[in-house]
T-cell receptor
Framework: DARVTQTPRHKVTEMGQEVTMRCQPILGHNTVFWYRQTMMQGLELLAYFRNRAPLDDSGMPKDRFSAEMPDATLATLKIQPSEPRDSAVYFC???????????FGSGTRLTVV | GNSVTQMEGPVTLSEEAFLTINCTYTATGYPSLFWYVQYPGEGLQLLLKATKADDKGSNKGFEATYRKETTSFHLEKGSVQVSDSAVYFCALSDVRESNFGNEKLTFGTGTRLTIIP
């Protein structure tokens, strides 16, 4: 089965450090999403891309977060500087056609101490 | 804007019991509706979907029917198993071409289901 691959699976970092999370979408999928999951807020959309172009990043704190797709096989989410409140599980998802659902990766569990 | 409201959890049932998890939605367009399941320590998996009114999605014994008149998409299963213990998310995406860019998934808050033997 094709899958969305996220790295790293777990990341513990100190406050103020830069964190980069990576996602390899399923080959041929042209839409990529970044979601954040916390107990308090549930699933929040941070950003998404279609054909590598950002369509909506309104859910992302612009001063510290950035999301890019350098090429069709890689999406990145960067936090600089990281803060304890950024501790969460970050999911990447990809898809091709609206209405068919999207495939999620296993997530990156980030802990900022 | 679009929103999804689902049944508060947690829900605890005995094995072989009947399951219903309620989900209602608000959407300005013509949404597709989804149920996702998340097992402990894993990402979300698509469980079933329905793309238009009166469609029934089904998978692994779970079913949900897209009811436009009541704006609902309730998840049901006739006989649950311990292995069904997970968190279930109802979601929608608006796929109108005229609303380009609105196909992002809007999720409910999730319902934690625990099945006891």
């Amino acid at each position: 089965d094709a899958r969305v691959t996220q790295t790293p699976r777990h990341k513990v970092t100190e406050m103020g450090q830069e964190v980069t999370m990576r996602c390899q979408p399923i080959l041929g999928h042209n839409t990529v999403f970044w979601y954040r999951q916390t107990m308090m807020q549930g699933l929040e959309l941070l950003a998404y891309f279609r054909n590598r172009a950002p369509l909506d990043d309104s859910g992302m704190p612009k001063d510290r977060f950035s999301a890019e797709m350098p090429d069709a096989t890689l999406a990145t989410l960067k936090i600089q500087p990281s803060e304890p409140r950024d501790s969460a599980v970050y999911f990447c998802a990809s898809g091709f056609q609206p209405g068919t659902g999207y495939t999620f990766g296993s997530g990156t569990r980030l802990t900022v101490v | 804007g679009n929103s999804v409201t689902q049944m508060e959890g947690p829900v605890t049932l005995s094995e072989e019991a009947f399951l219903t998890i309620n989900c209602t939605y608000t959407a300005t367009g013509y949404p597709s509706l989804f149920w996702y399941v998340q097992y402990p320590g894993e990402g979300l998996q698509l469980l079933l979907k329905a793309t238009k009114a009166d469609d029934k999605g089904s998978n692994k014994g779970f079913e949900a029917t897209y009811r436009k008149e009541t704006t609902s998409f309730h998840l049901e299963k006739g006989s649950v198993q311990v292995s069904d213990s997970a968190v279930y998310f109802c979601a929608l995406s608006d796929v109108r071409e005229s609303n380009f860019g609105n196909e992002k998934l809007t999720f409910g808050t999730g319902t934690r289901l625990t099945i006891i033997p």
